[in-house]
């Protein structure tokens, strides 16, 4: 049976990811999918020398693939055609396209292997912590994005369809999103990774209607970490909780929040806040 239709946006993350992996690492090959049913359906490959691995569907536990799946961590073998501790259901598709070397990782959301990116090579090749650091990095960024997109949908879904306006309370829902998201991107490394994650976060604060900025308010501009810290000041984080979300010390908290206020000519937090609001820079 043929893999299920990806959503447009599972099929870009993790077309994304398999083209960074194949770029990061030195593996001539690279695949992977998400898991669908209890198994990972191959979506994406890149280098193949053959049609042999496409439409792949690797059940949990059975190849490598399924038991990195079941036991969320990496799994490897040098020469795949002799391997005596994973099961070769799958044989036909690998041997087929002359893979020796396989090296498995899964993608995990929350503790939960969400899918498996594959790097291949057709010799067999050695993996030490330069090879698989890459691999790791990029399974690390896709199961972010899945986190973050997948709260982002629960919070929207769960709002009224058909209102023309926004209650207290979805209001309120969708600042603390829009706040969670921004710490989550604080930490985020990746250029590429972090301005799709902009693009959630202007997805959100999109919703809440407001006006865009005109006259004056056009000339006001806060940094990014500005704004991190207003938007998690905005939900009624503490100086130290804002600190410990962003990584950030609790001095430097209060000199980003310094900075904002006097840019938003606002001599509290609250009415910071507020203003930023108003001009459209915090939904």
């Not at 398999?18 to 191959?42: I, K, N």
């Not at 594959?118 to 090749?125: F, R, V």
């Not at 969708?174 to 902009?198: K, W």
């Amino acid at each position: 049976m043929g893999a299920p239709t990806l959503l447009r946006d599972d099929a870009t993350l993790v077309s994304h990811a398999v083209t960074e992996l194949a770029r990061r690492t030195h593996f001539p090959l690279a695949f992977g999918g998400l898991e669908h049913d209890g198994a990972v359906h191959v979506s994406t490959i890149v280098g193949a020398r053959t049609r042999s691995i496409e439409g792949l569907v690797v059940r949990a536990e059975r190849g490598l693939g399924g038991r990195a799946l079941v036991e969320r961590r990496p799994r490897m073998t040098l020469d795949y055609r002799t391997a005596r501790s994973i099961t070769h259901d799958y044989d036909r598709a690998i041997l087929g396209e002359g893979i020796a070397t396989l090296f498995a990782v899964p993608v995990l959301v929350r503790g939960h292997a969400r899918g498996v990116l594959y790097c291949g090579s057709w010799a067999q090749a050695p993996v030490g912590e330069l090879e698989a650091r890459p691999a790791f990095d990029v399974a690390g960024e896709l199961g972010t994005e899945l986190r973050v997109r997948e709260e982002v949908d629960r919070r929207l879904s769960s709002m009224p369809v058909g209102d023309t306006g926004l209650s207290v309370g979805v209001r309120e829902e969708i600042r603390e999103s829009y706040a969670q998201l921004r710490s989550i991107a604080a930490t985020v490394g990746d250029d590429d990774v972090r301005r799709r994650l902009e693009e959630l976060e202007s997805r959100l604060a999109a919703l809440t209607g407001d006006a865009p900025r005109s006259g004056e308010d056009a000339e006001i501009h806060l940094s990014r970490r500005e704004i991190d810290v207003l938007a998690c000041a905005a939900v009624g984080s503490t100086n130290g909780e804002i600190a410990a979300s962003l990584h950030l010390r609790e001095t430097t908290v209060k000199s980003y929040l310094a900075s904002a206020m006097a840019k938003l000519d606002a001599s509290t937090r609250h009415a910071a806040v507020a203003r930023a609001r108003r001009v459209g820079l915090l939904p």
